[in-house]
Nanobody
Framework: QVQLVESGGGLVQAGGSLRLSCAASGRTFSTHNVGWFRQAPGKEREFVAAIRWNGVDTVYADSVKGRFTISKDNAQKMVYLQINSLKPEDTSVYYC????????????????????WGQGTQVTVSS
């Protein structure tokens, strides 16, 4: 069992940066792959980024490559999403999620097999 709590969202101007945090509890967190997702009003939830359980391998949605960076600290049971050059279209609720599914599944079919979810943190980007 893994519990996740996101934080770090807020209101920021376009071009600014934010670092979202995801605090985890549960003794098996270090063996879980973790992803970030987002959902804007009236839209479906979309995959943003994922990181392998060991913090080495990552995968990103094309729409965020070069601006978003995901990282994982197993010792602190934390996952981060650094967001740079924010755009108004990045406005969404951002969720972190965890899965014990194999990395080959997570990295090739992003968005699937995530079992544990946080409650989300709101990011609003003003133009």
């Amino acid at each position: 069992q893994v519990q996740l709590v996101e934080s770090g969202g807020g209101l920021v101007q376009a071009g600014g940066s934010l670092r979202l945090s995801c605090a985890a509890s549960g003794r098996t967190f270090s063996t879980h792959n973790v992803g970030w997702f987002r959902q804007a009003p009236g839209k479906e939830r979309e995959f943003v980024a994922a990181i392998r359980w060991n913090g080495v391998d990552t995968v990103y949605a094309d729409s965020v490559k070069g601006r978003f960076t995901i990282s994982k600290d197993n010792a602190q049971k934390m996952v981060y999403l650094q967001i740079n050059s924010l755009k108004p279209e990045d406005t969404s609720v951002y969720y972190c999620a965890a899965t014990s599914a194999p990395w080959i599944v997570v990295s090739t079919t992003p968005g699937t097999k995530f079992l544990y979810w946080g409650q989300g943190t709101q990011v609003t980007v003003s133009s």
